[in-house]
């Protein structure tokens, strides 16, 4: 684009009043020029959010999920191909033993779908609650999990080639990294006695009928447990001891903020399981002096954490303030300098 020297060497300019014409054009404002960039980056920051807003809706599908043991694999399934027989068509057993377990009403579950719908269908619950789900589409190709989650896409050849079957903890792991967590640490761990050792995967109960005394002994029967500790708790179970028993807050706090409790796969003992039973010992002069002094250094944890925040919120608005002044003073610099560069070229001109 030619510049104002270039269009005043126009022949015939001057006596047109052409060269005048543009020597009185309208500088553009560069303070406007940067308020309307500011205006274009927020709309496109309004809409990211818009975006980000619209992937927590629930997800979208091309019909109702099909229930596990459909003949038509639904959209978006985990394999290329479809599923030539149904797995509840040979495995009876199994399809009956699932359907009633936590897994099959993973996603359909009363309290979870409350609770979900409290955090606006928060599309990340979905990894764990459905199976197949593609975080890119938000779509999911079953409710629940269901056989393809644990064992992997039905190959087309099945039942010439077989399913796998995974029952090592790293199958587990993808929803449940606390226990495994709590696994690789305890003393099970250290023997690799995996989850399927003692759980059924299909109906999630314990092995034995679901009796924890008759699991626990099937390997610790020998040698005899005629310590004091066994001798005089006859009546308790092992799990009653050596499990850690969530409260119904702890398992109600995960469907609000995603976090997961433990689940005592340690199968350490840990004090709040002779305090449920002991607690005329537990308020004991002593006892009630360490609470005393744990209730205070909470109480000062809490303080210090709500002067934390009251400083961070303090210096975010000082940033803001810092910021906003630097901008206003470089956006007055660069106006000025550029309106002087402009009166330079009118005088170079004259």
């Not at 694999?73 to 057993?93: F, I, K, Q």
């Not at 109906?203 to 004091?228: I, K, T, V």
């Not at 009546?235 to 850690?244: G, I, K, R, S």
Request: hydrophobic letters at 35%; charged letters at 20%.
């Amino acid at each position: 684009m030619p510049d104002l020297d270039e269009l005043c060497a126009i022949p015939g300019a001057a006596k047109t009043g052409f060269s005048d014409a543009v020597r009185r054009a309208p500088v553009p404002n560069t303070a406007f020029i940067y308020l309307i960039a500011l205006v274009l980056l927020s709309a496109g920051l309004a809409l990211a959010g818009a975006e980000r807003r619209a992937q927590a809706a629930p997800p979208w599908q091309d019909g109702p999920p099909l229930p596990p043991d459909s003949d038509r694999p639904p959209a978006g399934d985990l394999s290329d191909t479809a599923v030539p027989r149904s797995c509840s068509e040979c495995h009876v057993d199994v399809a009956a033993a699932w359907e009633t377990s936590v897994h099959a009403q993973a996603f359909v579950d009363p309290v979870f779908q409350d609770y979900w719908q409290r955090a606006g269908s928060d599309p990340a619950c979905l990894g764990c609650h459905t199976t197949g789900y593609d975080p890119r589409m938000g779509t999911y190709a079953r409710e629940g999990v269901t056989c393809e989650a644990c064992h992997g896409p039905t190959p087309p050849d099945h039942p010439g080639r077989p399913v796998m079957i995974s029952p090592g903890p790293a199958v587990c792991e993808s929803c449940h990294p606390t226990t495994v967590t709590e696994w690789r640490h305890s003393a099970h761990g250290d023997q690799q006695i995996v989850c399927a050792t003692c759980h059924n995967p299909h109906p999630h109960q314990l092995r034995f009928g679901d009796d924890s005394l008759a699991l626990c002994l099937n390997c610790h029967e020998h040698p005899p447990r005629n310590d004091y500790v066994h001798l005089t708790h006859p009546e308790p179970l092992c799990t009653d001891c050596h499990w850690f028993r969530p409260r119904r807050e702890d398992l109600l706090a995960h469907f609000v903020s995603g976090a997961l409790f433990p689940t005592g796969h340690t199968a350490v003992v840990q004090t709040a399981a002779c305090v449920t039973c002991h607690a005329d010992l537990a308020a004991e002069e002593g006892t009630q002096a360490a609470q005393a002094r744990i209730r205070a250094l909470e109480a000062e944890v809490r303080s210090a954490r709500a002067q934390g925040e009251r400083a961070e919120t303090r210096r975010g608005i000082q940033g803001a303030m810092v910021g906003l002044v630097a901008g206003s003073l470089l956006t007055v610099l660069i106006v000025r300098m550029q309106r002087r560069r402009v009166s330079r070229s009118r005088d170079q001109t004259r």
